[in-house]
């Protein structure tokens, strides 16, 4: 047990203290000691070991998303998604979930804008059958219709019990305002209109054109070693083609700077999404951007809008910031929820500390104190197989390296101050917010409609 | 919320992984937690798990919605934000500064029977948690200019849960509905006209009433042993000194006689759903010993593709878009067995209603057979070995249940007890469960546009 005994000092002390971020040890080289795995027929694999539990769990993603739907068939990844372990290879659609069920075998699918990421968690014992299943689910999905057909009337029902929900009219009608002309304007889920117009032959095609070798990236974590996986590797996803058909997805830079929509609804609160450009994820500054984002919104009980908007104030329960690094655009955005009669007030807090932070920046404590936060909390992500693997997918989708895990912590140390508040002037202007409120706020004079297909 | 209970009770279980593994005679350890007790009473489980440099560190408190004086709704969950405002000597929020400083993640939850606090941070500054959850049992200072603001952020709390969603507001009513007399009719989060007069003065003596080590469990997983935490406690809540703790008693449900129907029509809803609460027994209110087989039951009837109602309704008949059952036994009272349905888009929800009707005549008039009760115990006890590969998950177990009335040992012997279950009993319990007396149903309708 490392206790450090200037922590077990008095809490008083620790509070006034500005906490260098060189006290920190950094725990992650220990904890996750990544491995990278080739198969004997090319294929790579990130593998973190761990014996401890007789589990593996393995995650993948192919860099393919919602955003190369075809025109008017939005929603097309997501229903390929819910599809794949619906039937594949000799199983119809029944026998394939009673084999995952009598295997106890976790397999699920995701679609992102950008990504199509998939996990599969297995007990050690069924390892070679659970990877079978999930070769036949990637490889040879069946779509026959009585699947099909169920998996639309559920996309459907989710699309309708969702489509007069205030937080799901706030994101649709800003991604649409955002995104007027672009992809990315699109919900992944798709509307009920292309949902319906997607067909058994547009399955099979984005199976067929996206799922391939040179696009696909692998995570695996748990009781297997990297030459138990090596093989293992080449039978489950050696049938995959070896190039993905090119889909090309335009560079965007988000509109509707400054406009503030408001999308008429009885409830009793307003919710209220914002957002503006931020950093795609390689940008160098992209690090100065996590602290900044982190102190004005994103951390916590501790951010500046928590504290003005909730603490201070009682505008709201839920306040908060993020960066949404798309590949082809980057964003700022946050969300908060307040009563119709004092959303205008939270609005009007939320601008004053965009302007707060654009011209004064962070100061040395918060950017200090920050900095410890993103180091310490990084081990948090690592405390299951499947979060674990979620996160070797992740690094590798974004092109960050393998020796990203021993070089995060310099980049996040090296920030400095100055650049911090360079950063943060150039990065936020609450002039650029645009901003969506559903509800019926009191006292606020939109600055134009709701895009059309949107409520 | 569906899945809360299996998800709970699966956080359970080693043995099955030894019985897997080896082929030997199963040893008696499943988590293998190790626990002792304070001087003051306070008891301290840890479950070493050393995956990751880290530790999840929970406080839970014998303490939650349903032993609130009445007309005090929601002064527990209130309390839990409270606890964020500061003591004796540390100021308001300076606890949570500390956390996001040190790289830990935080936060508490308020249930019916429990209040829990918890932080997840490097193994290294446990102590430093330890001491200041030790100093919040003992030194909470609250004044109305932190007290008054965070009451509004109650209110916008339950306007966001609850009074801006229709299905949440429903799910109120019935369970105001399933429990005529019982506290667990009540939300956690209070009602709204109740929570607009509760005052520091309310929050404090709920605190001195029930907050006390002796009336607190420790649950720390990660990377530790028992062996290093102990000194550790003993010099942080081994100062908090006892007091006296009143019984746990609520009041007892009066005999049921008629079921209910609650009917909410809003023109938020544009898909209907419909669902319907049985009470239940719970793990420690169980006298005919019926939990285990509700929770086999549970997994039969299913909420996935695997189960009677999703294969029989959903894939074979198409009268509905999703159908599933589940079990609730985590509960100090009364338990709850639930069951859900959804129409296809567009269709009515009285045929979903009549085919979930007819599967639970079937069911009691044919009971459930030995294939289907032998699969379901295996999948229960092979998520049972899933379960261990999680930091958070176990020590929600260990808390959740020994402020339940349950034990250790009845954690650690949760899958032996699933695998000792027999077709009788799981038939026997549906029968003596799944009657219309004790029952509500709920509907979640489009308003009718006249």
């Given at each position: 047990?490392?206790?450090?005994?200037?922590?077990?000092?008095?809490?008083?002390?620790?509070?006034?203290?500005?906490?260098?971020?060189?006290?920190?040890?950094?725990?992650?080289?220990?904890?996750?000691?990544v491995?990278?795995?080739?198969?004997?027929?090319?294929?790579?694999?990130w593998?973190?070991?761990?014996?401890?539990?007789?589990?593996?769990?393995?995650?993948?993603?192919?860099?393919?998303?919602?955003?190369s739907?075809?025109?008017?068939?939005?929603?097309?990844?997501?229903?390929?998604?819910?599809?794949?372990?619906?039937?594949?290879?000799?199983?119809?659609?029944?026998?394939?979930?009673?084999r995952l069920?009598?295997l106890?075998?976790?397999?699920?699918?995701?679609?992102?804008?950008?990504?199509?990421?998939?996990?599969?968690?297995t007990?050690?014992?069924?390892?070679?059958?659970?990877f079978?299943?999930?070769?036949?689910?990637?490889?040879e999905?069946?779509?026959?219709?009585g699947?099909v057909?169920?998996?639309?009337s559920?996309?459907?029902?989710?699309?309708?019990?969702?489509?007069?929900?205030?937080?799901?009219?706030?994101?649709?009608?800003?991604?649409?305002?955002?995104?007027?002309?672009?992809?990315?304007?699109?919900?992944?889920?798709g509307?009920?209109?292309?949902?319906?117009?997607?067909?058994?032959?547009?399955?099979?095609?984005f199976?067929?054109?996206?799922?391939?070798?040179?696009?696909?990236?692998?995570?695996?974590?748990?009781?297997?070693?990297?030459a138990?996986?090596?093989?293992?590797?080449d039978e489950?996803?050696?049938?995959?083609?070896?190039?993905?058909?090119?889909?090309?997805?335009?560079?965007?830079?988000p509109?509707?700077?400054?406009?503030?929509?408001?999308?008429?609804?009885?409830?009793?609160?307003?919710?209220?999404?914002?957002g503006?450009?931020g950093?795609?994820?390689?940008d160098?500054?992209f690090?100065?951007?996590?602290?900044?984002?982190?102190?004005?919104?994103?951390?916590?009980f501790s951010?500046?809008?928590?504290?003005?908007?909730?603490?201070?104030?009682?505008?709201?329960?839920?306040i908060g910031?993020?960066?949404?690094?798309?590949?082809?655009?980057?964003?700022?955005?946050?969300?908060?929820?307040?009563?119709?009669?004092r959303?205008?007030?939270?609005?009007?807090?939320?601008?004053?500390?965009?302007?707060?932070?654009?011209?004064e920046?962070?100061?040395?404590?918060?950017?200090?104190?920050?900095?410890?936060?993103?180091?310490?909390?990084?081990?948090?992500?690592?405390?299951?197989?499947?979060?674990?693997?979620?996160?070797?997918?992740?690094?590798?989708?974004?092109?960050?390296?393998?020796d990203?895990?021993?070089?995060?912590?310099?980049?996040?140390?090296?920030?400095?101050?100055?650049?911090?508040?360079?950063?943060?002037?150039?990065?936020?202007?609450?002039?650029?917010?645009?901003?969506?409120?559903?509800?019926a706020?009191?006292?606020?004079?939109?600055?134009?409609?709701?895009?059309?297909?949107?409520? | 919320?569906?899945?809360s209970?299996?998800?709970?009770r699966?956080?359970?279980?080693?043995?099955?992984?030894?019985?897997?593994?080896?082929?030997g005679?199963?040893?008696?350890?499943?988590?293998?937690?190790?626990?002792?007790?304070?001087?003051?009473?306070?008891?301290?489980?840890?479950?070493?798990?050393?995956?990751?440099?880290?530790?999840?560190?929970?406080?839970?408190?014998?303490?939650?919605?349903?032993?609130?004086?009445?007309?005090?709704?929601?002064?527990?969950?209130?309390?839990?934000?409270?606890?964020?405002?500061?003591?004796?000597?540390?100021?308001?929020g300076a606890f949570?500064?500390?956390?996001?400083?040190?790289?830990?993640?935080e936060?508490a939850?308020?249930?019916?029977?429990?209040?829990?606090?918890?932080?997840?941070?490097?193994?290294?500054?446990?102590?430093?948690?330890?001491?200041?959850?030790?100093?919040?049992m003992?030194?909470?200072?609250?004044?109305?200019?932190?007290?008054?603001?965070?009451?509004?952020?109650?209110?916008?709390?339950?306007?966001q849960?609850?009074?801006?969603?229709?299905?949440?507001?429903?799910?109120?009513m019935?369970?105001?509905?399933?429990?005529?007399?019982?506290?667990?009719g009540?939300?956690?989060?209070?009602?709204?006209?109740?929570?607009?007069?509760?005052?520091?003065?309310?929050?404090?003596?709920?605190?001195?009433?029930?907050?006390?080590?002796n009336?607190?469990?420790?649950v720390?997983?990660?990377?530790?042993?028992?062996?290093?935490?102990?000194?550790?406690?003993?010099?942080?809540?081994?100062?908090?000194?006892?007091?006296?703790?009143?019984e746990?008693?609520?009041?007892?449900?009066?005999?049921?006689?008629?079921?209910r129907?609650?009917?909410?029509?809003?023109?938020?809803?544009?898909?209907?759903?419909?669902?319907?609460?049985?009470l239940?027994?719970?793990?420690?209110?169980?006298?005919?010993?019926?939990?285990?087989?509700?929770?086999?039951?549970?997994?039969?009837?299913?909420?996935?593709?695997?189960?009677?109602?999703?294969r029989?309704?959903?894939?074979?008949?198409?009268?509905a878009?999703?159908a599933?059952?589940y079990?609730?036994?985590?509960?100090?009272?009364?338990?709850?067995?639930?069951?859900?349905?959804?129409?296809l888009?567009?269709?009515?929800?009285?045929?979903?209603?009549?085919?979930?009707?007819a599967a639970?005549?079937?069911?009691?008039?044919?009971?459930?057979?030995?294939?289907?009760?032998?699969?379901?115990?295996?999948?229960?006890?092979?998520?049972?070995?899933?379960?261990?590969?999680?930091?958070?998950g176990p020590?929600?177990t260990?808390?959740?249940?020994?402020?339940?009335?349950s034990t250790?040992?009845?954690v650690?012997?949760?899958?032996?007890?699933?695998?000792?279950?027999?077709?009788e009993?799981?038939n026997?319990?549906a029968r003596?469960?799944?009657?219309?007396?004790?029952?509500?149903?709920?509907?979640?309708?489009?308003?009718?546009?006249?």
């Amino acid at each position: 047990m490392r206790v450090q005994k200037f922590l077990a000092a008095g809490a008083i002390a620790l509070m006034t203290a500005a906490g260098g971020a060189s006290a920190q040890s950094n725990p992650v080289e220990r904890a996750i000691p990544v491995e990278r795995v080739v198969s004997p027929g090319g294929i790579e694999a990130w593998l973190v070991e761990d014996h401890g539990n007789p589990i593996i769990s393995v995650a993948l993603g192919f860099r393919a998303g919602a955003a190369s739907d075809p025109e008017g068939k939005a929603g097309l990844a997501e229903m390929v998604s819910g599809l794949l372990d619906e039937g594949a290879g000799d199983l119809e659609s029944q026998a394939f979930q009673q084999r995952l069920a009598d295997l106890a075998v976790d397999l699920g699918f995701d679609a992102g804008r950008d990504s199509f990421t998939g996990s599969m968690r297995t007990l050690t014992e069924n390892r070679d059958a659970a990877f079978d299943l999930l070769r036949l689910a990637l490889t040879e999905p069946r779509f026959d219709p009585g699947p099909v057909e169920r998996i639309r009337s559920q996309v459907l029902a989710r699309l309708a019990s969702r489509v007069n929900d205030p937080t799901e009219i706030a994101d649709r009608v800003w991604w649409r305002a955002t995104f007027p002309d672009h992809p990315y304007g699109r919900q992944p889920s798709g509307r009920p209109e292309t949902i319906g117009r997607i067909t058994t032959e547009d399955l099979h095609n984005f199976v067929d054109q996206r799922f391939a070798r040179d696009n696909l990236v692998l995570g695996v974590v748990g009781d297997i070693t990297a030459a138990e996986l090596g093989p293992l590797l080449d039978e489950t996803f050696g049938a995959l083609p070896p190039a993905a058909t090119p889909v090309s997805v335009e560079p965007v830079t988000p509109s509707a700077a400054g406009e503030l929509i408001v999308v008429d609804r009885t409830v009793p609160q307003s919710v209220v999404m914002f957002g503006q450009r931020g950093l795609q994820r390689n940008d160098p500054d992209f690090y100065a951007a996590s602290l900044v984002n982190h102190i004005l919104g994103g951390g916590g009980f501790s951010s500046r809008l928590m504290q003005e908007v909730r603490v201070k104030r009682g505008l709201a329960y839920s306040i908060g910031t993020y960066l949404y690094p798309l590949d082809h655009a980057g964003l700022l955005m946050g969300h908060v929820a307040t009563q119709n009669t004092r959303v205008g007030e939270s609005i009007d807090v939320i601008r004053a500390e965009w302007r707060r932070m654009q011209e004064e920046g962070p100061t040395a404590e918060e950017l200090a104190d920050a900095k410890t936060y993103l180091i310490g909390s990084y081990p948090l992500n690592f405390t299951s197989t499947g979060s674990t693997a979620q996160v070797l997918v992740a690094v590798q989708l974004e092109n960050l390296g393998i020796d990203y895990f021993n070089r995060r912590t310099a980049l996040i140390e090296g920030v400095t101050l100055d650049e911090a508040k360079r950063v943060a002037g150039e990065l936020l202007d609450p002039a650029n917010l645009a901003t969506i409120v559903v509800g019926a706020p009191e006292g606020l004079t939109p600055t134009r409609s709701a895009p059309d297909d949107a409520s | 919320m569906i899945r809360s209970t299996l998800a709970r009770r699966l956080c359970l279980s080693a043995l099955f992984a030894f019985t897997l593994v080896g082929a030997g005679p199963a040893p008696a350890a499943v988590f293998n937690p190790e626990t002792f007790t304070l001087d003051n009473g306070l008891q301290v489980v840890v479950v070493p798990n050393h995956r990751a440099p880290v530790v999840t560190h929970m406080v839970w408190y014998r303490v939650g919605a349903a032993d609130e004086p009445l007309g005090n709704s929601g002064i527990a969950h209130f309390l839990e934000h409270l606890m964020f405002k500061g003591t004796e000597t540390m100021p308001p929020g300076a606890f949570s500064s500390e956390v996001a400083r040190l790289g830990g993640n935080e936060n508490a939850f308020t249930a019916q029977d429990y209040t829990a606090y918890f932080q997840t941070v490097a193994a290294e500054h446990l102590e430093t948690m330890m001491r200041f959850e030790a100093d919040r049992m003992a030194n909470l200072a609250l004044t109305d200019e932190h007290v008054l603001p965070e009451r509004q952020v109650i209110l916008e709390e339950r306007r966001q849960r609850v009074e801006n969603d229709p299905g949440a507001q429903l799910s109120e009513m019935m369970r105001a509905s399933l429990f005529l007399h019982h506290p667990y009719g009540t939300p956690i989060i209070g009602w709204e006209h109740e929570m607009r007069g509760l005052t520091t003065a309310d929050a404090l003596a709920f605190y001195e009433k029930w907050y006390t080590p002796n009336n607190a469990i420790v649950v720390i997983s990660g990377d530790v042993t028992a062996e290093e935490v102990r000194p550790m406690a003993e010099r942080t809540y081994g100062q908090v000194p006892r007091r006296a703790v009143p019984e746990r008693k609520r009041v007892e449900e009066p005999a049921q006689t008629a079921p209910r129907r609650v009917v909410l029509e809003s023109a938020q809803v544009q898909q209907p759903s419909w669902s319907r609460l049985y009470l239940a027994p719970s793990y420690n209110r169980d006298p005919e010993n019926a939990a285990y087989a509700l929770e086999v039951l549970a997994e039969i009837l299913g909420d996935g593709p695997p189960g009677r109602l999703y294969r029989g309704l959903v894939v074979e008949d198409k009268v509905a878009t999703s159908a599933g059952a589940y079990y609730s036994a985590d509960a100090f009272d009364l338990g709850t067995f639930g069951f859900y349905g959804s129409p296809l888009p567009g269709a009515e929800i009285e045929p979903v209603e009549a085919a979930i009707d007819a599967a639970i005549d079937r069911l009691l008039k044919e009971g459930v057979t030995e294939a289907e009760v032998e699969a379901a115990k295996g999948r229960l006890q092979a998520g049972a070995v899933k379960a261990r590969d999680s930091l958070f998950g176990p020590a929600r177990t260990f808390g959740a249940a020994l402020t339940t009335g349950s034990t250790i040992e009845d954690v650690e012997s949760w899958p032996e007890r699933i695998g000792a279950v027999t077709v009788e009993q799981v038939n026997e319990a549906a029968r003596a469960v799944l009657t219309p007396e004790t029952s509500v149903t709920g509907l979640l309708l489009p308003k009718p546009t006249s």
